[in-house]
């Protein structure tokens, strides 16, 4: 089983990156996935999730309107498009993704996000 995100990196203020989260050793189609991220000092926070369908998504009122969540269940991939980047988005980002009927839950191991100019 592997969850594995990239996408990460330094962007400016402003700026867009785009994290996929990658899946293989399970039916990913099967689970709902989140985004969480984690900056220096501080707790947790989920950013953003989609169900296994990606039929329904929602979001932290910090990201709202600036992050879009998606999924590709044929590529066994999650994305996070991230536009208009400020410097309080800097965090390590990290894919969960977990199964609410078995109660398999996998996590990446995060990539960093860093917005400064």
């Known amino acids: 089983v592997h969850v594995v995100e990239s996408g990460g990196g330094l962007v400016q203020p402003g700026g867009s990156l785009r994290l996929s989260c990658a899946a293989s050793?399970?039916?990913?189609?099967?689970?709902?996935v989140r985004w969480y991220r984690q900056a220096l000092g501080k707790e947790r926070e989920l950013v953003a999730v989609?169900?296994?369908?990606?039929?329904?998504?929602n979001y932290a009122d910090s990201v709202k309107g600036r992050f879009t969540i998606s999924r590709d269940n044929a590529k066994n991939t999650v994305y996070l498009q991230m536009n208009s980047l400020k410097p309080e988005d800097t965090a390590v980002y990290y894919c969960n993704a977990i199964n609410h009927i078995n109660g398999y839950n996998y996590w990446g191991q995060g990539t960093q996000v860093t917005v400064s100019s």
């Open positions: 989609i169900i296994s369908t990606g039929g329904s998504t």
């Open positions: 050793g399970f039916t990913f189609s099967s689970y709902v």
